[in-house]
């Protein structure tokens, strides 16, 4: 069986999820089959990659027309393949096309969705219009499509009413367990702790860690208010960058520096760490954060989990499918608007709520050292990345039959 994967993200230009799910995903599944990926950012190197810089004639556009211009790119040479398997809008034209062109099944992953992500009208314009008509059109189309969580499965169903609820199947995304852990020996130690240090971050003070792109979905804001109550020994290690817009980088970058003037321990990390050195980030912390407004499942939870440390996560989306709450971590309850945004009803509330949760693990190392274990343990026995790909081939060969 030969898959084309289609996506925009793959190594080296990963910037979220998506990316590090099909770096993974292609990985287990070229074990078992014929795998060809297909990618943007130009070309790579790799056997069994292929990647495609926009069409010279579309570069001054609109970006969801430069995406499309790709897609056809992309369409077009999918030519020879039993199944395309899309990720993301950026490439579900690009399968949607494949599957009619080479009369082929057409799989989508879903790891987001347009219609819950309304402020990227503040980035497309009316490419925003384009980009939901894109992912629309494929997921109405597609023989199958594969929802990272339950909670993202009933968000197809309620965005895409159209779409067979017989044809949506919920596969996980995974973890590699290898090169997701805590550095053991006194070298990895030695090597672990240098790093952290020259990042600014002191090992011996407790920490929470932000790990995530500065979208507005990922509720940064949040978390910089809720630090305001946090106490005073406790540190704050944001990594986080690639901002969607300049305003909402100069929000956070406003909160930060209020936040910085208020009291000390502040480390914010912009550049995208290499994964040695974000594990060492990851094992050196306390507790991990994360305060998404929208979050169909969440990989840095997972990855966070992998290193032994406990979530703090909101209550919504795929998070409590990951954190068991008060086992590997802690929901923070949310009512939110019904309007797409995810944007609290209460913020106040939720920022509170935030705050007294992160003191409670910050302040007991015993109780935090304990839930990470647990996470880790809970990483291995249903996250683990070949028992991901076993499900996702089970759908290929249901929509083949």
Known sequence: MRVDLLTREYPPHVYGGAGVHVAELSAVLRRHLDVRVRCFDGERTEDGVTGYDVPGGFASHNPALRTFGVDLLMAGDSAGADLVHSHTWYANLAGHLAGLLHGIPHVVSAHSLEPLRPWKAEQLGGGYALSGWAEQTAYEGAAAVIAVSAGMRADILRCYPQVDPAKVHVVHNGIDLTGWRRPEGDDALRRADDVVRGLGIDPDRPSVVFVGRITRQKGLPYLLRAAEALPPEVQLVLCAGAPDTPEIMAEVTGLVETLRRQRDGVVWIEQMLPRDELVAVLSSGTVFACPSV??????????????????????????????????????????????????????????????????????????????GHAARRRVEDHFAWDAIAERTVEVYRSVLA
Do not use: S
């Not at 969440?298 to 795929?318: D, F, K, R, S």
């Not at 954190?323 to 971590?329: A, L, P």
């Not at 913020?347 to 190392?365: G, I, K």
């Open 294 to 371: 929208y979050e169909p499942l969440g990989i840095v939870n997972l990855e966070a989990m992998a290193c032994g440390l406990p979530v703090v996560g909101t209550a919504t989306g795929g998070i409590p499918e990951v954190v068991d709450d008060g086992v590997t971590g802690l929901l923070v309850p949310i009512e939110q608007v019904q309007d797409g945004t995810g944007t609290p009803v209460h913020p106040e509330r939720f920022v509170a709520d935030l705050a007294a949760a992160l003191t409670a693990l910050a302040t007991d190392p015993a109780r935090a050292a304990g839930m």
